[in-house]
């Protein structure tokens, strides 16, 4: 046998079973092609990232003013010109300071904390951290924009309210038009001083021209921020000391700032690494799904050449020439498989583009299509069809030529089918065959079962994922909300005595009801040997009429330290032990200092996010903090709406802000909505390899059954109790696949919930879920796919040639 006849021969085969064939090759399509897309995102992020940075001027160095603080236009630039020579090759100042935006429409109130930016506009505008405004979103600022009342309103707060392109919105006490929606690199994730992550929906940053900015904020001819950008080859460590020694004796008390102390930029690429190890083993889940599947159901295509290759034996042919022929057609697979993933890899990553760019709306995104990582995949998918087509030639060929030519009929007392004897089974031959045909064949059994498990494991993970965060999501809201949706957090500025009048006018409001005083601050705690976990601690009256943690006991919890479910696992404490909180204290001049507390953990709350963690009042003085309030809890008086109280606080002496208790968790819900989007993608392709699996299992069980139907033929049996016959055996093995598919989705689920997605997002504590409508579609798949999909044989069946079929030397 030639080479030209055995690529024509294995031409032959293809074409015979090109519909298994073809089902094969885009089961390896799906695994390598998901494989690539999600491998890329590392790419893609960290690439889009550095351009969209790049593109808008990111600075080298920020030197910051200390909180209300100043100097003259001109005087931080002056502050440099000790400095050597070509050491900075561009500077500019700035005035940024805090605000409030009301930006209410006709049908809802948007009254918010922000930030006023104030840069140079003029000769071409600002350099370092320009201003960027998507085509469509209105224009960014001019020479024109000098001391008009213009602004550029932060795009990612104007897209969640909704917000037309341009408009008007109230800065402080004057009303300003906005040109349009913006973005700049300090904000392309928006996270308040407070260190609030998701902050668009209750933070407002406007930028404008300085001089406007100045105007504003009451401040003329004064800035408070200077950035800098570096000449070529300066080290920035170097620039930095240097920089800070020259503001030292200027009493602006600066803090100088590198590009990695701004909260968006280390969050935008620390979490690249993070995440891209979370959906690198999804990604290999899928493969090894797809390519697990593609091995059992090219290793059956082969055993059912058996007897081709057992007379290719007897026939005197060598052991080599026989098993290139169905490697030949491996390979075939193999290649098909590659250059259909090429296709499947372009759709995902079309389908997932959008996703990324709506999650993180930046300038610049690369995603480009990743050929390094696509080949990675590749490799697998090729190499493991080749390997599966190996083994059962191998198998087939190393037995006596006439045990490979035997018909199915030698082995019918093989395998588990013994059991039958002991089974409360109706006696029946028809009915005991189907069973009979599993039993009897257990290692073929367990291959197809597991084929179909691969995919139904990837399809709970894939759907269980979606059901978990929405659940977890579902747990915050319940804890958050509780019997008062309508609560308020007042924000205050600085800190007040429970009955300073700033404190007991907002009391007074007759829009507002209930108060409760809060005390927020930031602190750590740790125990020996764990990592320490930072907390936001509320302190507040958990007998108060507004809200308190969910806790068993509230009097009991008033007692020590209540924390979240996830910071007790993490640090390996239960109710009774003792934890070390950081946590700031006041010292002797006036200022804040931060000292070590050991408290015991008095109860577990059941919120989702670690860093959650809450105090009763009384526990004030064993911290050593003063009897004070910077935050409170409201509730609208009878009669008033969120709203109402909103306005009656808005410019209220000593509010910073007032928001919705039910704002920051529609931010959450919102941004983990857009995080579950990347598995509404993969979704449609998780259930395309699933119902291949399962179509071609049926399918190659019925060629593989195709001698027993003849035979029945013969015998008179009717096409309906043959196809009904098929069917039971079908349903048999979708049972079993679901069985094994659900059960190890599960377990893998339950790994990537709780330890991969600890490592990858620590601060949020996910339940494992599965809900009933992602059970019903693996049962839909893993049984009534595999059992329904004999009916598509029926044709074949028909038109069976059953002296042909019968023949025992073809």
């Known amino acids: 046998?030639?080479?030209?006849?055995?690529?024509?021969?294995?031409?032959?085969?293809?074409?015979?079973?090109?519909?298994?064939?073809?089902?094969?090759?885009?089961?390896?399509?799906?695994?390598?092609?998901?494989?690539?897309?999600?491998?890329?995102?590392?790419?893609?992020?960290?690439?889009?990232?550095d351009a969209s940075f790049a593109a808008l001027g990111m600075y080298d160095l920020r030197v910051k003013a200390a909180e209300g603080v100043d100097a003259p236009v001109g005087a931080m630039l002056a502050a440099l010109d000790g400095l050597p020579a070509g050491f900075v090759e561009r500077a500019e100042e700035r005035l940024v300071v805090p605000t409030q935006v009301d930006a209410s429409t006709a049908g809802e109130t948007v009254l918010v904390p922000g930030r006023i930016v104030g840069v140079d506009v003029t000769a071409g505008g600002p350099q370092l951290n320009q201003v960027w405004v998507e085509r469509g979103d209105g224009r960014t600022l001019g020479a024109d924009d000098v001391g008009a009342s213009t602004v550029v309103l932060e795009r990612k707060f104007a897209a969640h309210y909704d917000l037309p392109p341009t408009?008007?919105?109230?800065?402080?006490?004057?009303?300003?038009?906005?040109?349009?929606?913006?973005?700049?690199?300090?904000?392309?994730?928006?996270?308040?001083?407070?260190?609030?992550?998701?902050?668009?929906?209750?933070?407002?940053?406007?930028?404008?021209?300085?001089?406007?900015?100045?105007?504003l904020a009451g401040r003329v001819a004064r800035v408070n921020d200077l950035l800098i950008r570096l000449a070529p080859g300066v080290d920035r460590a170097e620039a930095r000391r240097a920089v800070t020694t020259k503001f030292t004796d200027t009493g602006l008390g600066v803090t100088v700032l590198e590009p990695r102390d701004e909260d968006a930029y280390r969050v935008l690429y620390d979490d690249i690494d993070s995440d891209q190890k979370f959906w690198n083993v999804f990604a290999a889940l899928i493969l090894a799904g797809a390519t697990f599947g593609a091995f059992n159901l090219a290793s059956r295509m082969v055993e059912a050449q058996r007897r081709e290759i057992g007379i290719g034996m007897a026939l005197g042919f060598t052991r080599r020439r026989l098993m290139f022929r169905p490697l030949l057609v491996g390979v075939e697979i193999a290649v098909l498989g590659v250059v259909f993933g090429i296709g499947v890899g372009l759709a995902v990553d079309a389908a997932l583009r959008p996703v990324f760019t709506g999650m993180l709306p930046l300038p610049v995104w690369h995603t480009d299509f990743q050929p390094a990582t696509f080949a990675r995949g590749a490799a697998l998918g090729f190499v493991l069809p080749v390997l599966a087509t190996g083994w059962p030639v191998w198998r087939a060929v190393k037995v006596q030529p006439v045990d490979a030519i035997a018909t199915t009929n030698r082995s019918a007392r093989g395998g588990l089918s013994r059991v039958l004897r002991h089974l409360p089974w109706p006696r029946s031959t028809y009915n005991?065959?189907?069973?009979?045909?599993?039993?009897?064949?257990?290692?073929?059994?367990?291959?197809?079962?597991?084929?179909?498990?691969?995919?139904?494991?990837?399809?709970?993970?894939?759907?269980?994922?979606?059901?978990?965060?929405?659940?977890?999501?579902?747990?915050?809201?319940?804890?958050?909300?509780?019997?008062?949706p309508d609560r308020l957090a007042v924000a205050l500025q600085g800190f007040h005595p429970p009955d300073a009048p700033a404190v007991t006018a907002i009391a007074e409001q007759p829009e507002v009801g209930a108060v409760q005083p809060v005390l927020r601050f930031g602190g750590q705690l740790s125990v020996a040997d764990r990592r320490p976990i930072e907390v936001l601690v509320?302190?507040?009256?958990?007998?108060?009429g507004v809200w308190h943690p969910t806790v068993p006991d509230a009097t009991a919890a008033m007692d020590g330290l209540v924390i979240a479910r996830k910071a007790a696992r993490d640090l390996g404490v239960d109710v009774g032990d003792r934890v070390t909180v950081q946590h700031p204290t006041p010292d002797s001049t006036g200022g804040l200092r931060i000292v070590e507390t050991t408290m015991v953990v008095s109860a577990v709350h059941p919120s989702p996010f670690r860093f959650a963690a809450y105090l009763d009042r009384r526990q004030l003085s064993e911290l050593g903090l003063p009897d004070v309030v910077n935050q409170l809890y409201a509730l609208p008086a009878a009669g008033a709406s969120t709203a109402d109280v909103q306005r009656a606080l808005f410019g209220q002496p000593g509010v910073a802000s007032t928001q919705p208790i039910t704002a920051a968790s529609t931010v959450i819900r919102d941004s983990m909505e857009e995080f579950v989007a990347i598995f509404r993608v993969l979704e449609l392709f998780i259930l395309l390899l699933a119902l291949l699996i399962a179509y071609n299992a049926a399918t190659i069980n019925t060629d593989e059954r195709r001698r027993e139907h003849a035979t029945l033929f013969a015998f008179g049996l009717p096409l309906r109790r043959?196809?009904?016959?098929?069917?039971?055996?079908?349903?048999?093995?979708?049972?079993?696949g679901t069985i094994v598919g659900v059960s190890l989705g599960r377990a893998v689920l339950g790994w990537m919930t709780t330890d991969l997605i600890g490592d990858t997002m620590p601060e949020l504590?996910?339940?494992?879920?599965?809900?009933?409508?992602?059970?019903?579609?693996?049962?839909?798949?893993?049984?009534?796919?595999?059992?329904?999909?004999?009916?598509?044989?029926?044709?074949?069946?028909?038109?069976?040639?059953?002296?042909?079929?019968?023949?025992?030397?073809?």
Do not use: K
């Open 167 to 215: 408009g008007e919105v109230r800065v402080g006490g004057t009303t300003a038009r906005y040109v349009g929606q913006g973005d700049s690199p300090e904000y392309f994730f928006v996270v308040t001083e407070e260190g609030g992550f998701f902050a668009e929906a209750n933070f407002a940053v406007v930028f404008t021209s300085l001089e406007t900015a100045q105007q």
């Open 1 to 49: 046998m030639g080479p030209l006849f055995l690529l024509r021969w294995s031409a032959r085969d293809l074409r015979r079973r090109w519909l298994q064939v073809a089902a094969i090759a885009l089961i390896i399509a799906i695994g390598t092609g998901v494989y690539s897309a999600l491998g890329s995102t590392a790419t893609w992020r960290r690439e889009s990232n």
């Open 538 to 544: 509320d302190v507040t009256p958990f007998d108060g």
């Open 722 to 736: 043959i196809v009904r016959m098929d069917l039971t055996e079908g349903v048999i093995l979708g049972v079993l």
């Open 765 to 810: 504590g996910l339940d494992v879920a599965i809900s009933p409508a992602t059970l019903a579609t693996a049962v839909a798949l893993g049984i009534l796919a595999v059992a329904l999909a004999p009916l598509l044989t029926i044709r074949r069946l028909r038109r069976m040639d059953i002296p042909g079929t019968l023949r025992v030397v073809e």
């Open 432 to 484: 005991r065959m189907p069973v009979g045909d599993v039993l009897r064949t257990p290692r073929r059994t367990s291959l197809t079962a597991l084929g179909i498990a691969a995919a139904l494991a990837a399809l709970i993970v894939t759907l269980g994922m979606v059901d978990s965060f929405l659940q977890t999501m579902d747990r915050h809201d319940r804890e958050v909300l509780q019997d008062h």
